[in-house]
Structure formats: C-alpha cells, structure tokens
C-alpha cells in the first residue's frame, strides 16, 4: 500500500503565534487545497492537525506520475498560500506571517498495513503507517521536501529512480528510531523547482 503524507512544515510555530480566528481560515484551507490537488486517486485516511494521510491500495503509480502529483500538491499549496497572504494581511501581526508556512510530503510504501472501519472513517493501522508517521521526524534541515522510503524506492526501476526525479538530487540518509531500528530514505528539496 502506497502512504502518502503532506505536512504544512512551520504549523506549530503558526498556530502558537497566530490568533485563533486566522488560523481557523488559514490552516483549513491549505489541507483542503491539498485534498482537492489529488489527482492520482488517493484516499484520505486521516486528517491530522497539519497534515493529511492518504492511501492507495494496489498497484504503485508510475514514478513520474507520484512525483508529478507531489509537484502539483507543492505549486497548489504556495498559490493557495498567496491568496491567503494577500486575503488576510490586514489580520497577521509581525510574529505571524502566513508565507512561513511550507509543505513536506512522505512517501512511504509497506504491506503491513490495514485498513479497518471506525463508524463511517477509514483507519489505517500497522507498523508501516507508524513508519510513515516516523519518518516525519527525522534530521533533515530543510523545511520543504520529498522524502521517499526505501521500501518505495526499491518498488521501481533503479534507471527511473535516477532519471524520473528530474530537478534534483536524491539525497540518501538513515535514522535509527526506537522500536523501529534503522529505516533508510532518501529526499529532494521542493526549493530547487
């Protein structure tokens, strides 16, 4: 199963410096401009805070097509991001600015994942989605990127991993999580589009 997880990067220095009420407006209308940039067929999951988990069972995407919809959830989120700069520049402050905010997105793929019903929500549950949630965390000192497992990375062709990412470099890392152990990924910075 294919785990996907945009991430507003900077929500929680927003939401302690912004008053409620803008936050209310702004924060709702960049995940559901997420949401509504789906193109690939992912199913929402969850919606967490500052981030929503989508899914898709069966078959993986063609790489280009997974990275052409991170791409497409990256541009919709900044111009979604702009409007609301613009529409609620009158409420912001100096310690809150709405263009702090950016977008990080998860990829992760695993067969130890469940999808059960919880009154008219779908839940998933299994040690790949604590994968996903964990790879959030990790030492990476950007704000903005793509961080793609290596369970994923090893679902396509080496050649397509190394020609389909066509804007940057693929940066290898690793962290060590407790219960977990080592989990390797690698990520590209959405800055250099």
Sequence with gaps: MLICIPDISGFTKFMSDAEADLSSKVIPAL????????????????????????????????????????????????????????KFKDETNEDTDIKSLGLKIILHYGSDVEAVSIGK????????????????KNDIDQDEYILLSETLLNQYDPEDVETKLFWSELNQCNEVYEHIGELKYAHTNFKSL
């Design 31 to 86: 995940l559901n401009k997420i949401i509504y940039s789906n193109e690939i067929g992912l199913r929402v999951s969850e919606i967490e805070g500052d981030a929503v988990l989508f899914f898709k069972r069966g078959d993986l995407p063609p790489l280009k097509k997974l990275i052409d919809q991170c791409n497409f959830f990256y541009s919709e989120f900044y111009k979604q991001l702009k409007s609301l700069d613009h």
């Design 121 to 136: 929500h779908i839940k998933l549950i299994g040690e790949d989605v604590v994968i996903a949630y964990k790879l959030l």
